[in-house]
C-alpha cells in the first residue's frame, strides 16, 4: 500500500510536519508494510516559512516587528542565499494566533508587521520574495504594510491615517512617491489561500470580519472602509482590486499587495502543488490522506485540504481528511475529491483539551481509519 500524508498545520498546536510525523506512526502500526510519502502542506497560512525552508533548503531569520496591536514580536521568516529569495508569512507579524480571544477585533489590528518584514527581505537584496497571507488577525486592506514601506494615507485635512480597520473610512488620498525605491526591482509572488474578492457578500470584512472578533455594527464600518479604498486605488494609482480574486485574502491584504508593490495574486494551493510537486509524488498512490485544524465551508474557497483532494482527485486516489472539527451541512465534498471526513476529536471536550492532546487524537483517529481500510483490503 502507497499513502501520501500531505497534511496542514493544526493551528497552534501541531506543524505540518509534526502532523506527517503521527499520521505516519499511525498508518505503519496498523500496516507496517505501507509506503508513506509525507508532503507537509501549506496553502499560504499558517507554517508556510517551514515548508518553503525545507523545500528550498534555506534557512530561518528573525525580525523584531509590530505585531497586529502594534506590540512588539519576534518573526521568522525564510531567507535563500543562492537564489536570493525570501519568504514572508503575514500571520508570524499580523497573526490572529498572536492575539489572546479578548484581544481580537478587526477594527483596531493592523499589517504594519508585515510591511516590516518585507523590509527586512529587501534590506537582505532579494530579487523575488513570496509572501503568505492566511492566518490574519487585521482588515485594515494592507494600509499598515503599506505604510511601512513609505506609501501615505491622508485625511480631508492631509493628515497620515492611523493603519488600522476602522481608518479606513477617513482616507481621502493615496500617496506612494515615498514607496521604497527597492520595490521596483523585486518581484513580489503572493500566495493566497482564500479567493475571495475584497468587498461584497463574499468579501473580506463579511466572511472573515466575524472569525477575527467583529460584531454585525463593526464588519459593516470595515465594509465601508474597505469600499473607499478600493475606490482611492481605482481613482489615485488606475488599479481595480474590489472584485479581484484573492484581493480579499487577510483581511484585503492581497489588495494592497497588487495595488501598492505590483504583486502577483497566486491561488495557494497552486503556487504549493507545484514548488512540492505534489503530482509527480501522488501519481500511483491509493490513498491520500490530509488534515487541518477546522474543515468548513472555507474549503470550497480552496483552501488547504483541497490543494491536496484537488491534485488526488486527478490521479483517481481516494482522499480522506482529519480535521479537529468538521463543520456540520458540508455537502458535495466530493467536487473537491474528498472521499470524507472525520472529526478526531473522540468526544465532547474543551477545546483547551483538545489541543493538548492532539497528538493522540491524531494518531488514534488514523489508526481506526487504516483499521477499516486493512479490512476493506482483505475483502
Known sequence: MKVLVAPNAFKGSLSAKEAADVIEDGILEVIPEAKVIKVPFSDGGDNLVDVLRDIFDGEILEKEVCGPLFKKVKAAFCYVPNLKLAAVEMAKASGLALLKEEERNPLYTTTYGTGELISACLDLGVKKILVGIGGSATNDGGVGMAQALGVKFLDEK??????????????????????????????????????????????????????????????????????????????????????????????????????????????????????????????????????????????????????????????????????????????????????????????????????????????????????????????
Not at 479606513?168 to 525605491?181: A, E, F, G, Q, R
Not at 487541518?292 to 474549503?299: I, T
Not at 478526531?344 to 477545546?351: C, E, F, K, M, T
Request: hydrophobic share 40%; net charge negative.
Open 158 to 379: 492631509g493628515e497620515p491615517i492611523y493603519p488600522i480597520g476602522k481608518e479606513l473610512v477617513k482616507i481621502k488620498k493615496i500617496d506612494i512617491s515615498n514607496l521604497d525605491p527597492r520595490i521596483k526591482d523585486v518581484d513580489i509572488e503572493v500566495i493566497c489561500d482564500v479567493e475571495n474578492p475584497l468587498i461584497g457578500e463574499n468579501g473580506a470584512a463579511r466572511v472573515y470580519g466575524p472569525q477575527k472578533g467583529a460584531g454585525p455594527e463593526d464588519v459593516e464600518l470595515l465594509e465601508e472602509g474597505l469600499k473607499n479604498l478600493a475606490h482611492l486605488i481605482e481613482r489615485d494609482l488606475n488599479k481595480e482590486v474590489a472584485y479581484l480574486p484573492g484581493a480579499g485574502a487577510a483581511g484585503g491584504l492581497g489588495a494592497g499587495l497588487y495595488a501598492f508593490l505590483d504583486a502577483k495574486l497566486k491561488p495557494g494551493i497552486e503556487v504549493m502543488t507545484k514548488l512540492l510537486k505534489l503530482d509527480e509524488k501522488m501519481e500511483g498512490c491509493d490513498w491520500a490522506i490530509t488534515s487541518e485544524g477546522k474543515l468548513d465551508s472555507q474549503v470550497f474557497f480552496k483552501k488547504g485540504p483541497a490543494g491536496v483532494s484537488l491534485c488526488a482527485k486527478k490521479y483517481g486516489v481516494p482522499c480522506i481528511v482529519l480535521a479537529g472539527i468538521v463543520e456540520d451541512g458540508l455537502t458535495n465534498l466530493e467536487d473537491l475529491g474528498i472521499i470524507s471526513a472525520f472529526s478526531i476529536v473522540p468526544g465532547p471536550v474543551s477545546l483547551e483539551e483538545a489541543m493538548k492532546n492532539v497528538r493522540l487524537y491524531l494518531k488514534e483517529a488514523t489508526k481506526n481509519l487504516f483499521k477499516v481500510i486493512k479490512c476493506s483490503e482483505r475483502k
